[in-house]
C-alpha cells in the first residue's frame, strides 16, 4: 500500500481518471490519503478523514512513507481557521489555503504557515458560529472551501472545524446520529436533511435558533425551516422537503 498528500491549496477529485470527468469532492492542504490504484496520470485513493474514494492527478500530490501516514492518523488535527490564510513554501512563494486545510505535516513538507489554528473538539454552540464563516459562498458541485462548497461540503467542514468526523455525502450523513421526532426538538448545530421527489435524500443544512437553517441552495444562505422544509425567503415559497433532522453531537 502506498500513501500521499495534498501539497497543494486545493486538489479535485473525480469520479474518474480524467480532467474532464465529474468532480466529486475536493482534498484540502494537508489532508492524506491511500492510494489504492495508480493508472497512467491518476490515482485512486481514500481519504483518511472520511474515506471518500475517487480519482486525482499524480501532478497534484506528494507521496509520504506508511509510518507518516499513520503518525497523522493518531494525531489531533491542527486546521487553518481564516477564510484564507498562506503557507511559504521552501522556494520562499507565498500559497494560499482555505479554511479547513490541515496542518499537522507542515514542517515535513518544509513550509512555514502563516494564519490562525484551530484544533480540539469544540463545544456544539460553536457550529453555526463556524457556519456563518461561510456565508455568502457560492455554490460548487463538489466543492469543500470558501471559493466554492455544496451542501454536505459544507456541513462536513462545519463539524471539521469543530473536531467532529461525518461522512462527505448527505445520504451517508444522514446515516449518522439520532433522529428527531419534531423540529421543535433540535438545537443549533443539528442537521436536517430533505429528499427528492423519489425519496432520495439530496440536500442537508445546519439549524439555527427560531426556526433558522444555514444551507447552500446557490451561495450559502439563511432562510426559514418548517414541518415542510426549507422557505426560501427570497422566492417566498419552500424549496426543499424536509425528511428528517438528525443530532450528530
Known sequence: ?????????????????????????????????????????????????????????????????????????????????????????????????????????????????????????????????????YLNCPYCWGGKSPLGIDASGFTQMVYKLNGHRIKRNSEDQARQGLALSFIEESEPGDLAFFDNNEGIIDHVGIMMQDNYIIHVDGMVRIDRIDHSGIFNVDLKRHTHKLRVIKKII
Do not use: T
Open 1 to 133: 500500500m502506498q500513501y500521499g498528500i495534498c501539497h497543494l491549496s486545493i486538489a479535485p477529485i473525480r469520479i474518474s481518471p480524467s480532467h474532464q470527468s465529474e468532480m466529486v469532492s475536493q482534498v484540502l492542504y494537508g489532508e492524506h490519503f491511500k492510494i489504492l490504484e495508480e493508472r497512467g496520470k491518476w490515482s485512486r485513493i481514500r481519504l483518511a478523514f472520511d474515506e471518500s474514494e475517487a480519482w486525482i492527478s499524480n501532478k497534484q500530490y506528494l507521496k509520504i512513507e506508511e509510518e507518516e501516514y499513520h503518525s497523522l492518523l493518531g494525531q489531533d488535527q491542527s486546521l487553518s481557521a481564516d477564510l484564507l490564510s498562506y503557507v511559504v513554501n521552501k522556494q520562499g512563494h507565498l500559497m494560499a489555503v482555505p479554511l479547513g486545510s490541515s496542518l499537522n505535516f507542515v514542517q515535513k513538507l518544509q513550509h512555514r504557515f502563516e494564519g490562525e489554528i484551530s484544533s480540539g473538539i469544540s463545544n456544539k454552540e460553536k457550529l453555526v458560529h463556524s457556519a456563518l464563516l
